[in-house]
């Protein structure tokens, strides 16, 4: 059974920063692509990161870009996202996916991507 769980969400004030983890489980972590996502009220799903398999390659959505960092520890199964200065706007809730075996998932920020997906983290960000 595969698991995504999602850590680190939390209430910051513009300008913080977190760190956001996701653990996964039951999958050959090391084999996938992972993502993240984010969803405010009343918005769609968006992209917002994505780490090859190796870590090795990153791609970053151009709204973020420069403020996020995704990573990842196949020794943990776990991928991060750093979020540094914090606005408003990042309010929403972040969501960790895995992308098909062996499949590129740079230049690609489709959830069609992304067969599993965690609950979810919900970031909010004061003014």
């Known amino acids: 059974q595969v698991q995504l769980v999602e850590s680190g969400g939390g209430l910051v004030q513009a300008g913080g920063s977190l760190r956001l983890s996701c653990a996964a489980s039951g999958l050959a972590f090391s084999s996938r692509g992972m993502g993240w996502f984010r969803q405010a009220p009343g918005k769609e799903r968006e992209f917002v990161a994505a780490?090859?398999?190796?870590?090795?390659?990153?791609y970053y959505a151009d709204s973020i870009k420069g403020r996020f960092t995704i990573s990842r520890d196949n020794a943990k199964n776990t991928v991060y996202l750093e979020i540094n200065s914090l606005k408003p706007e990042d309010t929403a809730v972040y969501y960790c996916?895995?992308?098909?075996?062996?499949?590129?998932?740079?230049?690609?920020?489709?959830?069609?991507?992304?067969?599993?997906w965690g609950q979810g983290t919900q970031v909010t960000v004061s003014s």
């Open positions: 996916a895995a992308a098909q075996p062996y499949r590129s998932v740079v230049g690609k920020p489709y959830p069609n991507q992304y067969p599993y």
């Open positions: 780490v090859s398999r190796s870590g090795g390659s990153t």
